[in-house]
């Protein structure tokens, strides 16, 4: 119990955008591990390669038990235990949830259970909206993110007054992982599923899944100039480099290679994300419930 309020007492000394944080033990060379359901946290991967060019990362993607966003939220929370715990293993030191639903799902339970700090998407791009005066905000997301209302919330804790307007559309993350990125059909998806967001006559729309920003392109087609697009990640990752910054966690080393696990089909996984990284990684198997590694895949640009 004095243990506990020990953390608390810490936490509240610390950034807001952090889950947790307790003692770093790892490196300043140690990796920064990320982790998604599939191909939305490449997003972030890439942001963070901008950022943060001087640093290691280990990217994970949960594949065999995509999508996370229509799972329970008992299930997702056993899945994020999971992965994070695999994190502390590979000695990450600051883990990424580059992934929504599981930020929303997670942000009062993991807290305290791991010895490195832990990043979500909501709050930074919450504060980020607030800041930057938008006053109708849209938030398109999973349906387990609009379910738990974190983004409402977040934003309200911060601005009361500001109008948000969620909504859930379950088909976009199948197409985007399948690859339908600049088909008329993932238009015409995304078109209808706006209709009632452009109706209230939002400001501002925030890509609340990780997936949504690797179709920006058509969100700007269907919503024009008018509207902002906030992707999460660029906050995201600013908050990250602050607290790396903040508690002196730089990274002293030149960055190695990013290392890529996926729970199943690292071929097909190295494939999709070709078009998004501009070249074909290396990608490894990794099963979380037998904990065993294999290379499926070898292959470079
Ligand atoms: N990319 C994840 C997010 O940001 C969710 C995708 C899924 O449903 O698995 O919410």
Known sequence: MKNIFYQLKRYKCISPYLLQTNQPRQPQSAPI????????????????YQQLPGETFVYFADTARLPYGTKSQAEIVQFVHQVLTWMEKQVVKMAIVACNTATAAMIDRVAFEYNFPIIGMIE????TVINGGSKRI????????VNSNAYLNTIHKIDPSVLVFQLAAPALVPLIEYGNIDDIYTFEVVRQYLEPLIRQDIDTLILGCTHY?????????????????????????SAAAQELQRLGRLSDRPARCTSFYVSRNPEEFAKRVRRFLGFTPIVQHFCLQEESITVHHESVA
């Open 138 to 145: 849209g938030v398109i997301a999973t349906l387990h993110t």
């Open 124 to 127: 930074p791009s919450a504060n």
């Open 33 to 48: 591990g990320i982790f998604d359901s599939g191909v939305g946290g490449i997003g972030v991967l890439k942001e963070l």
């Open 213 to 237: 920003p690797h179709l920006i392109h058509l969100f700007r087609k269907i919503l024009g100039t008018s509207v902002q697009i906030v992707d999460p990640a660029i906050a995201v990752v």
